[in-house]
C-alpha cells in the first residue's frame, strides 16, 4: 500500500489538524508515514500545504513530487485549483467548494470550480454546510476528511481513532463527538 497525499488550504481553516489525523490513522494501522509542512504567511488566511507520504514500505522523503498525489485534498477551492500540478493523471480530487476569500482580486468562483471540474476524479462538497449540519462549523476540516475517505487506503476506525487521538486533551468530549460526526456526514457524500 502506498499513498501520496497532498493537502491545500489556507491558515485557520485546520489543514494542520486534518495532516496530524491522517498520519494518526495510518500510525494506527502500522504504515510508515512521511509528512511535511509549508506555511505561507505567518497568519490566519495565508497558504498552508502539506505533504504526507503513507507505504506499507520504506520511505525516503516526505515530499510529493509533482505529477504523483494520489489525492489532493482542498479546503479552499482557489489553493486546490493552485496545487492541481501535484496531482497525478489518475490522481483524486477533493475539495470544499466553499472559497475563503482572503485576497480583494480573488477570481470568479464559477471558473475554479470549471477548472477543477476538469479532473476526471474529483468531488467537491459544502463542507461549511456539513459541519454547520453536524453541529460543528468549526469542523469543515472534518467533512472533508470523511469524503476523501475512500481515496486514502485507511479505515473508517482508524480515521475515527486519528481524530479521537489528536483532538484529545485539545477538545472537550462533546466537540470530539461533534468532528466525529461531521467525518460520518463528510463520509456519506462519497
Sequence with gaps: MRREIVLAGVGGQGLLSLAAVITSAAMNEDLNVKQAEVHGMSQRGGMVESHIR??????????????TADLLLALEPMEGLRHLPFLAPNG??????????NIPNYPPLEAILSE??????????DA????KQA????????????????FLGLREES??????????????????????????LGLDTS
Excluded: C, Q, W
Design 135 to 150: 453541529g460543528a462549523p468549526r469542523s469543515a476540516n472534518m467533512a472533508l476528511l470523511g469524503a476523501a475517505a475512500p
Design 54 to 67: 503513507l507505504s506499507d514500505g520504506e520511505i525516503y522523503s516526505p515530499i510529493v513530487r509533482e505529477g
Design 116 to 125: 477543477i471540474g476538469k479532473v476526471k476524479e474529483h468531488r467537491l462538497i
Design 128 to 131: 461549511l454546510a456539513i459541519a
Design 92 to 101: 483524486a480530487f477533493v475539495g470544499s467548494s466553499v472559497p475563503f476569500v
Design 159 to 184: 480515521l475515527i481513532f486519528g481524530i479521537r487521538s489528536v483532538f484529545s486533551g485539545r477538545l472537550k468530549e462533546g466537540a470530539i463527538e461533534a468532528n466525529i460526526a461531521t467525518f460520518r
